[in-house]
């Protein structure tokens, strides 16, 4: 984004990154008015919440499996 923001065409600065033009507008819709700072606490957050939903879908089996265990117990 730096080098279109410096003058340099969209699609020399594509070419030159080898990324199609789609990806680089659907990046500065995501990333475009952030800080390196902002980007990289954004994909930490981003790797957490992907962390924390396998861990909620791992403790929901365990959940569904111990309570379908004791429902055949009684």
Not at 41 to 68: C, G, Q, V
């Amino acid at each position: 984004m730096k080098a279109v923001e410096a003058g340099k065409k969209v699609a020399d600065a594509c070419r030159e990154h080898e990324i199609s033009d789609a990806t680089y507008y659907k990046w500065k819709a995501k990333y475009g008015g952030m800080e390196a700072a902002d980007i990289r606490r954004l994909r930490e957050l981003e790797e957490e919440n992907r962390r924390l939903k396998h861990m909620y879908a791992e403790l929901s089996l365990d959940h569904r499996i111990l309570k379908e265990v004791l429902e055949k117990k009684l």
